[in-house]
């Protein structure tokens, strides 16, 4: 990413610099390869790591780094030999760390920008509302922090849960889910008609009341893009329990227009937190099939709800699926 404090005026720059100190705990006093030097480790696998959790490369003769640089920095050198990392497990381990919490950062700053921005008496905008945003989010961060921790440690062993529930032969690739896509109907008209905050309003409101539904039905959220949610189930009566809730929110949520959601049964690949195949793009193509407050599943996850006592399924005609062929299709009620 690029550095944003190279864009800042020199009032501003000692402001963020102050919040830094806050947030870090520590000032600058390092150039990047004082850093490796300190640290015992080579320049070029610095700026890798660096780098791989998406930080811009400072100049060599900046000074941009403080001592919990150097802590950081030790602690990954020592990970990486005690637990005898090779280099691509260690950039992957970085990246999966800098990608997510970039996303996670600045989804948290901006809740925070609209909480001021709506209280009666603060700063509506511009400068003023960001410093109180920076000042108010380095208030936050120690209290947040041990939040972070628990929440991490408490998915790694959901994850571990799942890697233990689908082990299967080294013969079989991937493993077997229930993959459901969940999209907004008309959300293109409607984002055009929609100031940007009441669009950002729609956004907010989609990805927490979709994501609750999800959780609440143990399934899991792979990604949210807009006015769209990939999820996931291990089996398919809970996916159909998820599909239902969406559809029906929708109904009755007075912010959201309707849902359409498409079902799919099979194996999946799952790499970089993202799951692929034909299972993943039936799904889609399902969704793009149906008509707007209707769910359309495949054969597979039809065959499994058969004996299901909350599903009701009707045959639908066969489905030209784009990069798949003509498929069977029933709808869920």
Do not use: C
């Amino acid at each position: 990413m690029a550095d944003p404090v190279s864009h800042l005026d020199s009032d501003d720059s000692m402001f963020i610099d102050a919040v830094e100190r806050r947030l870090m705990g520590a000032p600058r006093r390092y150039k990047r390869r004082d850093l490796s030097t300190h640290a015992g480790v080579d320049a070029d696998d610095t700026r890798r790591v660096w780098r791989a959790l998406g930080f811009a490369n400072s100049r060599e003769a900046d000074v941009a780094f403080s001592d919990t640089d150097l802590d950081a920095l030790r602690a990954v050198s020592a990970m990486t030999a005690a637990h005898d990392l090779d280099v691509d497990t260690l950039l992957g381990l970085a990246r999966a760390l800098g990608r997510t919490t970039d996303r996670l950062a600045m989804w948290q700053v901006q809740l925070v920008v609209d909480m001021l921005a709506q209280r009666d008496g603060g700063p509506r905008g511009g400068k003023p509302l960001a410093r109180a945003a920076a000042d108010e989010m380095a208030s936050l961060v120690d209290d947040l922090e041990p939040l972070l921790l628990y929440v991490w440690r408490r998915n790694v062993g959901v994850a571990l849960a799942r890697l233990l529930a689908d082990a299967q032969p080294e013969t079989h690739l991937g493993v077997v889910r229930t993959v459901g896509f969940a999209d907004l109907v008309s959300f293109t008209r409607l984002a055009r008609q929609l100031s940007e905050s009441d669009l950002a309003a729609l956004v907010t409101r989609f990805e927490a009341v979709a994501s609750d539904i999800v959780s609440e039905h143990g399934g899991a959220v792979v990604k949210t893009v807009g006015d769209e949610i990939l999820f996931s189930h291990q089996d398919p009566e809970g996916a159909s329990r998820i599909a239902r809730a969406l559809k029906e929110m929708s109904e009755v949520d007075d912010l959201l227009p309707q849902m359409r959601v498409g079902l799919s049964t099979g194996r999946v690949l799952a790499r970089l937190g993202d799951i692929y195949g034909t299972t993943v793009n039936r799904a889609a193509r399902l969704t793009n099939a149906a008509a707007a407050s209707q769910i359309l599943v495949d054969e597979a996850t039809a065959d499994a709800l058969r004996h299901d006592p909350e599903s009701t399924l009707r045959a639908h005609e066969p489905l030209e699926l784009a990069g798949i062929g003509l498929s069977a299709a029933w709808i869920l009620l």
